[in-house]
């Protein structure tokens, strides 16, 4: 880029230089030019003048250097000339600028040679007896001008390109210096606010530099919830292992007693249910992290699912001792509705489970006031939850009481997998929680997606 950037300037600065130059000499040459004009005729005049008052002397006694001055007679004879024998010169009359003095008072005309690089200049007075008087000067041509002052020139030239180069690179440098000083790591530190041109480039920089650093700590983030859901999903699985392991090892080695082998089996069953709902759990929040792209979108009624979960759950309500309420309006949404069921069936069952005896849970279906938005409300009278755990009630595994959700026979995943559910359906979940009063879960879902 350096390079680049001292080509250009270099470059820049010749062409510069030389069309500058050319363009001085021309005007140079043009205003040098009518000046010797102007001077001619101004002599000439003068001349002229003097021989018309009868100072025919005047002319010979002229010795200007630069001006040849000649007389010529009516008929075309020169009569005089300062620079050659009169005698031996050629008539004039047919010159362009004698012919003009004779017919309109004065003439001129220049005369180029392709030789000597040269062009002559004439300019013819016609005096009161009807003779002509004619000056002449000889000016150098543009280019003979160019090179006569050849020297000089190239001497300019090497002190214009040794500037040129000296200026090219201290110049690239200092262009190219801010982005060679740029630290990659934290771009806007390192740069002065005062650099409005590369700025659009240092905060994309920082743009993607703060992209890279959030996908290697959401990479780091991901790779610790791998080893927590890794260690909770062993913890998880050794329990009910461990307790099958104990209870088949007594039975396998006749030390239960008759009376009680249902006891065990009753034991033996439970944990083995709540080992294949863990495992059901896994499968399903690992399918919903995929986004759950192989399942159908359907148009369906959300108070239709709701009641249908809701009626699955009553006799768990009824053996909790919980009145389950529902009231609901229809909304017919755009959904999965598989994941809306386990939406109901997950918040309904975790009030059943965390109430109280005697305790009330009431779930909903309604719209929002512009009909944009399907409204899932479900509230309990239990136990609360409290403020500092509302955050993280919806991570794997989290637990508020460890002891009561094994109690009831809770995975650990439910409200995980209600979550991803929401997000797939771009929804959101509120709770408000009081602890000891009851819980309010209530998910926004739009209608239309």
């Known amino acids: ?7 250009s300037i270099f470059w820049t600065a010749m062409c510069v230089f030389i069309a500058a130059f050319f363009l001085i000499e021309a005007a140079s040459y043009y205003y040098d030019t009518v000046d010797s004009k102007k001077q001619l005729i101004y002599t000439t005049d003068n001349i002229a003048r003097a021989m018309n008052d009868g100072e025919s002397d005047f002319l010979s006694s002229f010795s200007e250097k630069g001006y040849r001055m000649t007389w010529i007679a009516k008929n075309g004879v020169v009569l005089y ?10 008539n004039h009359l047919s010159r362009p600028e004698v012919q003009a003095a004779l017919k309109n008072g004065t003439g001129e005309s220049e005369r180029y040679s392709n030789t000597i690089l040269k062009t002559e200049i004439y300019y013819a007075v016609r005096l009161k007896d009807g003779t002509v008087l004619r000056s002449a000067m000889v000016l150098n041509s543009f280019w003979w001008r160019i090179l006569s002052e050849l020297q000089i020139i190239i001497f300019i030239f090497i002190v214009i390109v040794v500037a040129s180069l000296i200026v090219a690179k201290g110049l690239a440098e200092a262009l190219t210096r801010p982005l060679n000083n740029i630290d990659l790591d934290h771009p806007m530190k390192s740069m002065r606010k005062d650099y ?3 700025m659009p480039l240092i905060e994309r920089l920082e743009a993607e530099q703060g992209a890279m650093r959030n996908e290697e700590r959401m990479r780091e983030e991901a790779e610790e919830l791998r080893r927590e859901f890794t260690a909770n999903v062993s913890h998880e699985l050794k329990t009910p292992i461990h307790t099958i392991s104990g209870y088949t090892e007594l039975l396998k080695n006749g030390l239960v007693q008759e009376k009680d082998l249902g006891e065990f089996s009753e034991k033996i069953y439970k944990e083995t249910q709540r080992m294949s709902k863990l495992v059901q759990d896994i499968i399903e929040l690992s399918h919903l ?3 759950a792209s192989n399942m159908e979108w359907q148009e369906n009624d959300l108070a239709a699912i709701a009641r249908l979960c809701v009626d699955r759950l009553k006799p768990l309500a009824e053996e909790n001792h919980i009145t389950l309420q529902f009231w609901s309006v229809p909304v017919k949404m755009r959904c999965i509705p598989t994941l809306l069921e386990e939406v109901v069936t997950n918040l309904t069952e975790n009030a059943i ?3 109280r005896k005697d305790g009330v849970v009431t779930v909903s279906v309604q719209k929002d006031g512009l009909g944009e938005n399907a409204i899932l409300t479900v509230q309990d009278t239990g136990i609360g939850i409290p403020k500092e755990h509302i955050d993280r009630i919806f991570e794997r595994f989290y637990r508020v009481d460890k002891s009561h959700s094994r109690a009831v026979g809770g995975t650990g995943l439910g409200l995980s997998i209600v979550k991803h559910a929401i997000l797939i359906h771009k929804g959101k979940i509120d709770v408000d929680s009081t602890p000891g009063v009851g819980t309010t879960m209530k998910v926004t879902i739009p209608v239309n997606l």
């Open 353 to 355: 489970k965390y109430n």
């Open 1 to 7: 880029m350096t390079k680049k950037i001292f080509n």
């Open 81 to 90: 000339d300062n620079q050659s024998n009169a005698s031996k010169m050629d």
């Open 196 to 198: 409005k041109e590369i």
């Open 289 to 291: 992290d995929e986004g």
